[in-house]
């Protein structure tokens, strides 16, 4: 087997994961103390990072595409009766706790763009909405934050729990892209086409919020 072939997950996948990791907090801080200039940028980061990792989910490598970890129903419950997982990547039950971390993910920091702190800072869409959007994404970017707080706790004990009780080797492979007990089948996709979306999604963003219509500037008529 090659060396390419053992990499369970490839570099953009890891990049994607643990710029999340410092992403989350610096919002969270951010937001805590009013520096909204800080706020939106790294919201805008996780926009672009998690849309990234949606579309590395058809197109990346192997064991980061949803198909290989995105399970039914039957497949769920065999695992959580004890029989074993059928991929070496995300086990049946990891593999919807991912889908529902980006989901909480993305629909927190898209919130934000149409939320306003009523005083020195409104994100780029919020002259776009109407009162009642406005009002739905506050109400959301509130409320998803503390289910994406809860779900990224119940994230971390799991990790843990499969790390050092289970001593299986998770944060090793999610640091180094495999571990004893954690190696992939298939070659990684090519880190450049992850660069490659990365650089278009951004810019398809920028471009996007450029087309909001701006706060009416008052005049002396
Ligand atoms: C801000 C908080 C966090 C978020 C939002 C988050 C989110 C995620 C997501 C979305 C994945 C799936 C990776 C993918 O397929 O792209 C993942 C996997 C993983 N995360 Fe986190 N994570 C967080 C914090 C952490 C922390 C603090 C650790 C270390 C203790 C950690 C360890 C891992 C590991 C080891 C995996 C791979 C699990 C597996 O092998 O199935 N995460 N995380
Ligand atoms: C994952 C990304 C994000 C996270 C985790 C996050 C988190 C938070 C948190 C915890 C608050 C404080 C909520 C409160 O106490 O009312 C907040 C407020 C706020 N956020 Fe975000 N945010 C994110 C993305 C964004 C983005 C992209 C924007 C806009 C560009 C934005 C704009 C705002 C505004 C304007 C407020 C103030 C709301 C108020 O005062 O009621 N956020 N955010």
Known sequence: ??????????????????LIVCCLPLSWWSAETGNYEVHQWSGYTVIV???????WGFVGSRHSRFDDFIVGPAAVRA??????????????????????????????????????DEILFSGPLYYWADADV???????????FNGLLALVAVHIVAVLYHQFKLKEKLLQAMVRGRAKGRVGEAAP???????ALVVVIA?????GLQQA?????????
Do not use: E, K
């Not at 087997?1 to 643990?18: C, E, K, N, Y």
């Not at 959580?80 to 990891?94: E, I, K, T, Y």
């Not at 810019?203 to 471009?207: D, G, V």
């Open 1 to 18: 087997m090659s060396v390419g072939a053992q990499t369970l997950w490839d570099i953009p996948t890891r990049l994607f994961h643990w």
């Open 49 to 55: 990072l998690v849309v990234s990792r949606v579309v």
């Open 79 to 116: 695992y959580m009766q004890g029989q074993g997982a059928a991929s070496a990547g995300h086990n049946p039950l990891g593999g919807w706790s991912v889908l529902l971390l980006l989901s909480l993910l993305l629909i927190q920091a898209v919130s934000g763009l149409f939320n306003s």
């Open 134 to 144: 406005r009002a739905v994404m506050g109400t959301l970017h509130d409320v998803v």
């Open 189 to 195: 996709a090519p880190w450049w086409l992850a660069l």
């Open 203 to 207: 810019l398809a963003l920028w471009w």
């Open 213 to 221: 219509p701006r706060p009416a500037v008052l005049g002396w008529g």
